[in-house]
């Protein structure tokens, strides 16, 4: 079990569609993180925020669009995206610091059509 | 941060003691080291944590020399359950509130019966 939540666990898209991806946490942490992953590439940090506060943006698409409305759920809303976005997207959460450990949900897996 | 390097792949027979090098040759002296454990269409769980000398847990070792330029994760007496992809990563101290680490390709390791 987590204490991670991410819902759709499944999200089949075309390309013109426009769809949100939802994080949520129990844990009492501070900060939140998307990671994009890939087939066969290493996870990539693509958003951070940190109480509530949007701390980094790693040239992501602006077809990616984050939300982070409290210190417990995180969005990230799709729009007009491309088939190589298909992919694993993992929502974590840490305590605030730079140490710790990061805890992940079981992730969103997008199917852009 | 510094790059990590992991052999691609590894194999171990049940009951083994398993050992997985990282290279970290350009590590700061504000880097730590952290290790974490993947199993498919899941998010990372995260395994141990360290700056130097050695770190035990309940399950895992993490040994890292001296010169900080590599580190070891060893997994005692391995089982079927523990066939996964393993990461070493590198974060930095000084990142602020939140933790700024970059996952490599890892180690998938397999546990042969």
């Known amino acids: 079990e987590t204490g991670v939540t991410q819902t759709p666990r499944h999200l089949v898209m075309g390309m013109t569609n426009k769809k949100s991806l939802k994080c949520e946490q129990h844990?009492?942490?501070?900060?939140m993180y998307w990671y994009k992953q890939s087939a066969k590439k290493p996870l990539e940090l693509m958003f951070v925020y940190n109480f509530k506060e949007q701390t980094e943006n790693n040239s992501v698409p602006s077809r990616f669009s984050p939300e982070c409305p409290n210190s417990s759920h995180l969005f990230l809303h799709l729009h007009t995206l491309q088939p190589e976005d298909s992919a694993l997207y993992l929502c974590?959460?840490?305590?605030?610091?730079?140490?710790?450990?990061?805890?992940f949900g079981e992730g969103s897996r997008l199917t852009v059509l | 941060l510094a790059k990590t390097t992991q052999p691609i792949s590894m194999d171990s027979y049940e009951g083994q003691e398993v050992n997985i090098t990282c290279s970290h040759n350009?590590?700061?002296?504000?880097?730590?080291i952290t290790w974490y454990q993947q199993f498919p269409s899941q998010g990372p769980r995260f395994i141990i944590q360290?700056?130097?000398t050695k770190v035990t847990n309940e399950v895992a070792s993490l040994f890292i020399p001296a010169d900080r330029k590599s580190s070891t994760l060893s997994l005692p007496r391995v089982s079927l359950s523990d066939t996964a992809v393993y990461y070493c990563?590198?974060?930095?101290?000084?990142?602020?509130?939140?933790?700024?680490?970059?996952f490599g390709t890892g180690t998938k390791l397999q546990v042969i019966p």
């Open positions: 350009n590590i700061a002296t504000n880097d730590y």
């Open positions: 844990l009492g942490h501070n900060a």
């Open positions: 360290g700056y130097k």
């Open positions: 974590a959460s840490s305590l605030v610091g730079p140490i710790g450990e990061l805890f």
């Open positions: 990563l590198v974060g930095d101290l000084n990142s602020g509130g939140y933790q700024k680490v970059t």
